[in-house]
């Protein structure tokens, strides 16, 4: 069987540039996302390239979910040579004194704590005689804080650290571990930005001429630039690197 990777988020957006760049290099994929028609047409597409790829509906925020999936994975694949933690929300977009805990702690789940019960719950299957690549995506929002933003911002600087912490922990165990921040791509992300409130989000303009000015790239352009780091061809374990730099 040919190498695999798990791609978390891959429904749309980034992470199916990021699946189908895989499988188009000759990578199995198995693509996890929630239950949508968007995740079966993905199904349909892997399986015309790679016949080892498969869909998985998991939603992140739900740890029977996350167990579920596991469950799955492990019974299927021996080994795993990379993750690529692209799954994100940006919802709640809101201040962060009237945001509820629930929608709050929602997004923590999906965009953090989902990232540490997957990787830990797939120990058995990452490192070991074989190496794997775990790649987090990042954000500029992990530097800094954006008004409306906090929940995200908060889970992407924690997952910059959480990366490194990984590439502490995995370098003995044949784990390596860097983070990407994608630059501004158009994809769904972007458009629910755009929808947002600008009284709890005062930076929408900026984000609306962004757009029409035709400032966001493609994201098969950028999957196509991470390729090499979620392969583990390039980047050196602990990096936390930003695509515009590369
Ligand atoms: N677009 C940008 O400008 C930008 C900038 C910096 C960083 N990023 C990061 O890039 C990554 C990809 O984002 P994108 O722009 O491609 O966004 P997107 O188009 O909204 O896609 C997000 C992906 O995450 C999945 N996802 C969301 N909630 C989930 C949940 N509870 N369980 C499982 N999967 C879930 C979505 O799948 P379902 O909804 O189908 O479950 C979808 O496949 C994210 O980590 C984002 O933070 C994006």
Redesign the pocket.
Known sequence: MSDTFLV?????????SIAMSLANSGKSVIA???N?S??DTLNESLKQISSNSQIIA????SKEDISKAVGKIIGEFKHLSGIVH?????SPIENMLDVSRDNWERAVN??LI?VQDLTRSLDSIIGGESHTRVVT?????AKRPLHGWSS?CVS?AGLDMWTRCLAEEGESENISALAI?????D????K?IRQADESSFPLLQNFIEYHKNGE?TN?DDVAQKLLPYVTGDLGQNGDILDVRNL
Do not use: F
């Open positions: 978390t988020g891959a429904s749309k957006g980034l992470g199916r996890l996302a929630r949508s968007e995740l998991c939603d992140l925020a692209n799954a994100g929300t940006i999906v965009n989902g995506i990042s954000s500029g929002a995200y992407k921040a994608p630059g501004i791509v994809t769904g992300m972007q629910e966001l994201p």
